[in-house]
C-alpha cells in the first residue's frame, strides 16, 4: 500500500528562520514525489518535485531513499510562505496521486 | 500554466437527489483525471482515477455505485454523487494530468456540495 505521512499537522517559526516540513513515505516501486501548496483560498499548485531537483521560491527538497522521506526545507522563511503544504506520492505510471494529511506552516513576524 | 475548472462551485441538494460536478481542462487534453474528497482540516482522500474512454479505477472503500465517474472526453470529466445523504456533504476536487515530460497534476478549484 502507498502511504504519505506528515507528522505535523501545524509548524510555526519566525521569518528568517529555517524551517522543514517533514515527510515520509512507503511504497513498494519506485515512487514520484511532489510537494503542493495551498495558500489561503486558492487551488492546490504544484510547488516542486523530486525529479527536476529544482528550487522553487527558495524551497528544496531531496528523496532520500533509504529513509524513504522527501522532507521540505527553506533556510529562511517569508511571511507569505504561510501556507498548507502537501506532500504527495504517485507511481511513475502516474495512475495514482496520494496526498499525506498536510502540514500547516505559518511564520510569524 | 495549464488550468482545471470545476463547476458548480458550491451545490447545496435535498436527500436523494443526485448532483453532477463537472471538471474540464481548459487549455490542455487529459487523459487522466483524479477525484478526491476532502474533509475539514484534512487532507485529500483519492477517491478514484478517470481515464478517458474507459472504467474508472475505484480506491478501495468508494462506492462505485453512489459515485458515478465519466470521463467521456480528453477535457471533461464528470463525478455525479447519486442519492445523496448529508454524510456526502464535503469538498471535492479534482486534478487533472498534463502528460509529457514532466508530468505533473493541476487542480481544480473545488466544489462544495451540502446535502440538506
Known amino acids: 500500500a502507498q502511504r504519505v505521512t506528515q507528522p505535523e499537522k501545524l509548524l510555526s517559526v519566525f521569518k528568517g528562520a529555517p524551517v522543514e516540513l517533514k515527510c515520509n513515505y512507503s511504497y513498494s516501486g519506485s515512487p514520484e514525489l511532489f510537494w503542493y501548496v495551498q495558500y489561503s483560498r486558492q487551488r492546490l499548485q504544484l510547488l516542486l518535485r523530486?525529479?527536476s531537483r529544482e528550487s522553487i521560491k527558495g524551497f528544496t527538497a531531496d528523496l532520500n531513499k533509504g529513509e524513504t522521506s522527501f522532507h521540505l526545507k527553506k533556510p529562511f522563511a517569508q511571511e507569505e510562505d504561510s501556507a498548507m503544504y502537501y506532500c504527495?506520492?504517485?507511481?511513475?505510471?502516474?495512475?495514482?496521486?496520494?496526498f499525506g494529511s498536510g502540514t500547516k506552516l505559518n511564520v510569524k513576524p | 500554466g495549464a488550468v482545471v475548472s470545476q463547476h458548480p462551485s458550491w451545490v447545496i441538494c435535498k436527500s436523494g437527489t443526485s448532483v453532477k460536478i463537472e471538471c474540464r481542462s481548459l487549455d490542455f487534453q487529459a487523459t487522466t483525471m483524479f477525484w478526491y474528497r476532502q474533509f475539514p482540516k484534512q487532507s485529500l482522500m483519492l477517491m478514484a482515477t478517470s481515464n478517458e474512454g474507459s472504467k474508472a479505477t475505484y480506491e478501495q472503500g468508494v462506492e462505485k455505485d453512489k459515485f458515478l465517474i465519466n470521463h467521456a472526453s480528453l477535457t471533461l470529466s464528470t463525478l455525479t454523487v447519486t442519492s445523496a445523504h448529508p454524510e456526502d456533504s464535503s469538498f471535492y476536487i479534482c486534478?487533472?494530468?498534463?502528460?509529457?515530460?514532466?508530468?505533473?497534476?493541476?487542480f481544480g478549484q473545488g466544489t462544495r456540495l451540502t446535502v440538506v
Open positions: 486534478s487533472a494530468l498534463l502528460p509529457g515530460q514532466g508530468v505533473q497534476a493541476f
Open positions: 523530486h525529479i
Open positions: 504527495a506520492l504517485s507511481g511513475q505510471d502516474f495512475n495514482k496521486f496520494y
